[in-house]
């Protein structure tokens, strides 16, 4: 990087979660920073807000406790002072064992927080290009708008891969029928904060009949064969594989017991709060691409919902994402441009707190390359550094993406330990080495 270049801002192209964090990371670490993000300007299939770091899916980020995967992350963001993370604890409402956030509470205070920063400029702008020697943060996720696209397969000089992301209706509280509802969390974890509408056998077949054979949206999808990631496939593509997919799946009875009866439910439907005032609640895992009648026909089969409202249909749209392994260093800096780092969904990370742990990451290391030392790679005994680890490795011929898992981290040392047990001290060791290593991050 030229002397020229470290004097001006560094740019962040995308105002998602991933840009926004690593906006926030540079802006900290002293870099001045210029965002830039088409929305209002020019909008998007899935976005409906001006905000930063909208959630365009679920209002959810996933298990909130050590012991899990999505846990483990989110603690380390943490303790690396992540700005979403700081966001979304304070913007939390009850989910059980998970953190799920008021949507627009978060949105709306991680763009006041953006906005706010005396190092960030946040600039409204459809990017189509970045210009020779600009450091830059990529972070345009699934959605990259065209031309910019066009831009990025001239300099990467490879196409891109892609799969095809769905989201879950959305339904008002007012049009539920609470009297075959009931209020519970599996395995009684945190208060009452799903709502579960529970099938009989007979009423199950009737609805897994129905939506295996209901009519799909092919207006906004091409020709050519589709290609869906497995960690978000549609609700009608499951019950295509078979009666009892779903009852293993978003359906599954176990852990909840019907008040109205004493028993386990046949397949339970869960319901979770999509904002704090609980007046709208998201159908958890029914990511779907059913046209918006058949959505209307078919779910309204489930015992509750035969009134309901949809506050917003369940969709498709296409996510992006670039051949990591051959194009990334993990430290998400581009191998053949130093300047540039990508972040976020585009590199093929799933997720939210996924993309904020990348958005992170390049923040940080733009940072460090901004004032002339040397990125950093992360540990892969930690969670972030075993993501990026995996998404910069993994074989490029068959590369999809991935969210943070336990079995991305080397295994531990001894003896063999439970389940539960050695995802605790594969956690405790994962904190303990970010721990060491979090000193030189920032040095």
């Known amino acids: 990087m030229t002397d020229t270049a470290r004097r001006g801002p560094v740019w962040v192209v995308g105002g998602g979660l991933a840009g926004s964090e690593a906006a926030w990371q540079l802006a900290e670490a002293g870099v001045p920073v210029r965002l830039l993000e088409m929305r209002p300007h020019t909008r998007t299939p899935a976005h409906h807000t001006s905000y930063l770091a909208e959630l365009v899916c679920s209002n959810s980020l996933k ?122 969390s599996r395995y009684g974890k945190g208060e009452a904060d799903y709502l579960n509408c529970p099938l009989t056998e007979e009423e199950y077949e009737v609805f897994w009949e129905n939506l295996r054979t209901a009519e ?92 309901a409202e949809f506050a917003r249909y369940g969709m498709m749209h296409r996510n992006t994402f670039i051949n990591s392994p051959e194009l990334l260093l993990p430290t998400l800096q581009l191998r053949s441009d130093e300047d540039l780092f990508f972040a976020g969904q585009m590199t093929g990370v799933e997720g939210y707190v996924e993309s904020t742990a990348a958005g992170l990451v390049a923040g940080i290391n733009l940072a460090r390359h901004w004032h002339g030392r040397l990125p950093v790679a992360f540990p892969a005994e930690t969670a972030i550094g075993a993501l990026l680890a995996y998404i910069t490795s993994a074989d490029p011929a068959h590369f999809q993406p991935m969210n943070f898992n336990f079995g991305l981290l080397p295994p531990l040392a001894g003896g063999k330990l439970g389940k539960k047990e050695r995802k605790k001290a594969l956690a405790e060791r994962a904190l303990a080495v970010l721990a060491a290593f979090s000193g030189e991050i920032k040095d």
């Not at 603690?75 to 979304?88: D, T, Y």
């Not at 943060?137 to 095809?164: C, H, K």
């Open 63 to 184: 298990a909130d406790y050590l012991e899990s995967a999505a846990g483990l992350l989110k603690e380390e963001l943490r303790r690396l002072g992540s700005l979403i993370m700081r966001v979304a604890d304070r913007t939390r409402i009850p989910a059980g064992g998970a953190l799920a956030v008021d949507r627009e509470e978060f949105a709306a205070g991680v763009t006041a927080a953006i906005t706010g920063h005396p190092r960030i400029e946040v600039v409204r702008q459809e990017v189509l290009s970045i210009p020779p020697g600009q450091p830059a943060v990529v972070a345009t996720g699934p959605l990259t708008s065209p031309a910019f696209s066009q831009w990025l397969r001239e300099i990467l000089g490879r196409d891109y891969f892609y799969f095809y992301d769905a989201a879950a209706p959305v339904l008002t509280a007012e049009s539920l029928d609470f009297s075959k509802i009931f209020a519970a």
């Open 216 to 307: 799909i949206s092919q207006a906004h999808l091409p020709e050519e064969r589709k290609h869906f990631f497995e960690g978000c496939l549609p609700v009608e593509v499951l019950a295509a594989r078979g009666k009892d997919t779903l009852r293993f799946g978003a359906l599954k009875p176990v852990g909840l017991v019907d008040p109205r009866t004493g028993r386990r439910p046949y397949a339970v439907v869960q319901l979770r709060p999509e904002n704090r005032e609980k007046t709208l609640y998201n159908m958890v895992g029914f990511q779907t691409n059913l046209r918006r009648p058949e959505q209307r026909r078919v779910f309204r089969l489930i015992p509750g919902l035969e009134k």
